[in-house]
């Protein structure tokens, strides 16, 4: 069964920084031919595509974190990441790691940007 | 910005009656390929999306056959043919054609 499990949220200050990590499992061998991306969630509210990693290798990122944001990926380690930095109080949200174009999700996980 | 338009937005469904959700796309889904990439998911309260529908009428893994999807171009529906309890949520259409992917604004189904 194929399972992503996002850590590295919590609590930070506006302006300050976070890196996200998303580990999956079950499909390995295969994990780098597969476009990655993060989505997010703000309390609340709907569903933003925030950064792809397409299977091509291309990057894309939403305007509202492009500049601040940094997708990457270790094929090695079966990893995804997000390097968030500038953080501002909207970018307050439940962070989903998803594969391809949203067959899997992770859990989810909470930044919250607050002073 | 392809932009995705849900109605209703709420919907108030009775158990054991069927329920449809309408999406429409500002632009064309259909992609060089000939594919139409746009897909149906569903969040239960408090947990993680789940895709329902890829490419506007296959179901994924798992999906049981009361869900269906339909339509062509920039008109798209989801269709429940029998609610259940289960069925209870927000409901998302999502394309994927270009960069940004975008989301409709969610469809909440609750029972009456």
């Known amino acids: 069964e194929v399972q992503l499990l996002e850590s590295g949220g919590g609590l930070v200050q506006p302006g300050g920084s976070l890196r996200l990590s998303c580990v999956a499992s079950?499909?390995?061998?295969?994990?780098?031919?597969?476009?990655m991306s993060w989505v997010r969630q703000a309390p609340g509210k709907g569903l933003e595509w925030v950064s792809l990693?397409?299977?091509?290798?291309?990057?894309y990122y939403a305007d509202s974190v492009k500049g601040r944001f940094a997708i990457s990926r270790d094929n090695s380690k079966n990893t995804l990441f997000l390097q968030m930095n500038s953080l501002r109080v909207d970018d307050t949200a439940v962070y989903y790691c998803?594969?391809?174009?949203?067959?899997?999700w992770g859990q989810g996980i909470l930044v919250t940007v607050s002073s | 910005d392809v932009v995705m338009t849900q109605s209703p937005l709420s919907l108030p469904v009775t158990l054991g009656q069927p329920a449809s959700i309408s999406c429409r796309s500002s632009?064309?889904?259909?992609?060089?390929?000939?594919?139409?990439?746009l897909n149906w998911f569903h969040q239960r309260p408090g947990q993680s999306p789940r895709r329902l529908i890829y490419?506007?009428?296959n179901r994924d893994s798992g999906v049981p056959d009361r869900f269906s999807g339909s339509g062509s171009g920039t008109d798209f529906t989801l269709k429940i043919s029998r609610v259940e309890a289960e069925d209870v949520g927000i409901y998302y259409c999502?394309?994927?054609?270009?960069?940004?992917?975008?989301f409709g604004q969610g469809t909440k189904v609750e029972i009456k």
């Open positions: 998803t594969r391809g174009r949203g067959d899997h």
């Open positions: 490419k506007v009428s």
């Open positions: 079950a499909f390995i061998e295969t994990f780098s031919s597969y476009g």
């Open positions: 999502m394309h994927s054609i270009q960069w940004p992917w975008t």
């Open positions: 632009q064309s889904l259909v992609f060089s390929d000939g594919d139409t990439y």
């Open positions: 990693f397409h299977d091509d290798n291309a990057i």
